[in-house]
């Protein structure tokens, strides 16, 4: 857990040498570290612009200090363990401790000087998705600068030209770096805090691994068979809920650093998509929606007014996508009795694992799982299993929360006589009239 007043008094100094540009012979600040799983409280700015900021799912903000009129941060290029839900982790690559890095959120206009030191085996970059900058700054290494060689720092300087969502992830051996997590989201709040303010503010970054189960390490070759969704390198039941006060205005900021689109589907709401990482579309040019595709390689944000209160599912629409690793090579036995097959099937295979003949219901599956992995679908609501995986997770409205209030309020009260019942059929079916018999006139 990193100490915001001792990272703002301290600065680290390291070899001169391996900074590049201006900043040469200066003070590097200190890296900030994180060790914690969950969302971290909004870091709110005490100099400068003021700005609503931002809550990471399962993340942080990158502290800043201020040097002159530069706001400076320090990203850390490392080996991390992240874990992606309770009894599942996973040996990754990411920044300042864990994978995705943390958000680094600035104001439109701000002069940023951000310093990356490699602590990885091999040499990287880092390139700022979306945002205008120089050429010299956009981070593709052998185009547009050398690569970062392990040990060495390197110093990027621009200036937020406009206000936005983008993203931060390596040009250097990109088809592993990024298939090991290294990725984060950037925030650029506006400078007049007028513009389209909110209430609450979340982001988060998608990406996928296949990670065999038992195993450790992700599949860095595969480009299509993936089996670990993940938003900000968590799966359900790991991802935080998005704790919401009823009535506030919220926006939800999503990148997709995955291999595929994402329909991203809210229950209970319609919004409208308001941002991509190319900007803002203009209010005219909006309209409602309670699906968005998040293709690869882009950002979506949208705007929800959070009016209907209750739990409410927040997910990717393709259904795979809500499971976890276990499951992808199942064969289908639905309408085949398993009485026996089980039986036989666990002599030759005792790790094996037979399809439910009704269909995949958690209840009806044998699953003895190896170490390290996790149920295809998991998590417990209070009417029983939830059964879900992978990219799911709840917004969860209600009306006294506190304004800076992001702790999970637990289940929803459902006011009596809302919740869903069973009925009890007649004993016998009604009378059904007979093809090719004559109906009775009616007398009126």
């Known amino acids: 857990m990193f100490s915001r007043r001792g990272f703002l008094g301290t600065a680290a100094l390291v070899g001169a040498s391996a900074v590049q540009g201006r900043v040469q012979a200066a003070s590097i600040p200190e890296a900030a570290h994180m060790d914690k799983v969950v969302m971290q409280p909004p870091l709110h700015p005490n100099s400068g612009p003021d700005y609503r900021p931002v809550v990471t799912l399962n993340g942080w903000s990158l502290p800043f200090r201020m040097n002159g009129d530069w706001k400076e941060f320090h990203l850390v290029a490392e080996p991390v363990v992240r874990e992606f839900a309770e009894g599942m982790k996973v040996n990754l690559w990411g920044y300042n401790g864990q994978s995705p890095g943390p958000t680094i959120e600035a104001v439109e206009g701000d002069k940023v000087r951000i310093f990356v030191t490699n602590r990885l085996p091999e040499y990287t970059t880092v390139h700022w998705h979306g945002m205008i900058i120089p050429s010299g700054m956009d981070g593709v290494g052998g185009l547009t600068q050398p690569h970062i060689q392990p040990g060495k720092t390197f110093v990027y300087e621009f200036e937020m030209r406009k206000s936005g969502t983008f993203m931060y992830h390596p040009h250097s051996d ?11 989201m950037v925030v650029v709040h506006p400078r007049d ?146 009485k026996d097959l089980a039986k036989a099937v666990g002599k030759l295979a005792p790790d094996g694992m037979a399809m439910g003949s009704t269909g995949m219901a958690m209840g009806n ?37 506190a304004r800076d209030d992001y702790r999970d309020p637990g289940p929803y009260q459902f006011p009596k006589g809302t919740v869903a019942y069973e009925v009890t059929p007649p004993a016998a079916e009604p009378a059904r009239q007979q093809p090719g018999k004559p109906t009775h006139k009616m007398k009126m």
């Open 174 to 184: 990109e088809m592993v770096q990024m298939a090991m997590g290294m990725m984060g």
């Open 365 to 401: 599956m044998e699953m003895p799982a190896p170490d390290n992995t996790l149920p295809m679908m998991t998590g417990t609501g209070q009417f029983g299993p939830i059964e879900m995986g992978g990219m799911f997770t709840v917004m969860k409205i209600r009306e006294d929360l």
């Open 193 to 338: 805090p007028g513009f389209r303010p909110v209430d609450r503010d979340f982001v988060f970054v998608m990406s996928t691994y296949r990670v065999d189960p038992g195993t450790y390490l992700p599949q860095v070759n595969e480009m299509t068979d993936f089996n670990m969704w993940t938003w900000n390198a968590r799966v359900f039941p790991g991802i935080d809920p998005l704790p919401v006060r009823l009535g506030d205005r919220v926006r939800v900021r999503i990148g997709n650093l995955s291999m595929t689109n994402h329909p991203i589907h809210l229950h209970g709401h319609s919004f409208a998509v308001t941002c991509t990482d190319g900007g803002w579309i203009p209010e005219s040019a909006q309209y409602p929606e309670t699906t968005t595709d998040v293709p690869v390689g882009a950002v979506r944000v949208f705007d929800v007014l959070a009016d209907n209160p209750g739990d409410w599912a927040f997910h990717c629409h393709k259904s795979h996508h809500t499971m976890n690793a276990m499951g992808h090579a199942v064969r289908n036995l639905i309408g085949v009795s398993r």
